[in-house]
């Protein structure tokens, strides 16, 4: 079976630009999590989406957002990019939302970079 | 700001030797859990704890919650250069509907030959 899988794997956009990300879960899994990784930090909580609504959001800025279709993947858009979002995006695929305890797992990421 | 703090942030040791990493919080979690992340990939889920000084252990690791459910060790022994990577810890916040991961920054471990 297919694990987590995120499009592009890389990406390089210029300041003031718009990005989207993709991620296809699990099959099986109604539930994605989007994560930002910044250069040597940890993974900071973004969206949760479960069943195409938002169930949970993080301490991120209204450029940030997101959507989950019938298919259970989900994209992340980034609007108006700064330097600062320059990072790993990380998306976690789980059954349903309260299931992150024993059922996480995450994609390889897209690593974005703005120039 | 990390609401889990990872000590040390860094650690180098040679094949053979033994390692403790901590996590601690000022925050309790409905669980925790250990990741290992490579270069350029996601990370992979270790071990999850979840009642208080719960030790679980998976081969050569030892994973410890601590009482109160706001701390965690893990422990390596005899460690290989295959245990190289970035060791985060992530507590699980629950609520009626959804859960949420929040990670430390975490550990970088080298072991070399």
């Known amino acids: 079976d297919a694990g987590v899988t995120q499009s592009p794997t890389h990406l390089i956009k210029t300041r003031g630009q718009q990005v989207t990300l993709r991620c296809s879960p699990i099959?099986?899994?109604?539930?994605v999590s989007w994560y930002q990784q910044v250069l040597g930090q940890g993974p900071q909580f973004i969206f949760q989406?479960?069943?195409?609504?938002?169930?949970g959001r993080g301490n991120f800025p209204d450029r940030f957002s997101a959507r989950q279709f019938p298919n259970y993947s989900s994209e992340l858009n980034v609007n108006a990019l700064l330097l600062g979002d320059s990072a790993l995006y990380l998306c976690a695929s789980s059954e349903g939302p309260r299931a992150m305890s024993t059922e996480a797992f995450f994609g390889q990421g897209t690593r974005l970079t703005v120039v | 700001t990390q609401l889990l703090e990872q000590s040390p942030q860094f650690l180098s040791i040679q094949e053979g030797e033994n390692l403790t990493v901590y996590c601690n919080s000022s925050?309790?979690?409905?669980?925790l859990q250990w990741y290992r992340q490579e270069p350029g990939e996601g990370p992979v889920l270790l071990v999850t704890?979840?009642?208080?000084?719960e030790v679980k252990k998976l081969k050569r690791l030892t994973f410890q919650f601590g009482d109160a459910r706001k701390d965690s060790s893990l422990h390596i022994t005899a460690a290989q250069p295959g245990d190289t990577g970035l060791y985060l810890c992530?507590?699980?916040?629950?609520?009626?509907?959804?859960?949420?991961?929040?990670f430390g920054a975490g550990t970088q471990v080298v072991v070399t030959p």
């Open positions: 925050s309790v979690f409905s669980s």
């Open positions: 989406y479960y069943e195409k609504e938002e169930r």
């Open positions: 992530a507590g699980l916040t629950l609520t009626d509907s959804w859960g949420k991961l929040q």
């Open positions: 704890v979840v009642t208080g000084g």
């Open positions: 099959s099986g899994h109604k539930s």
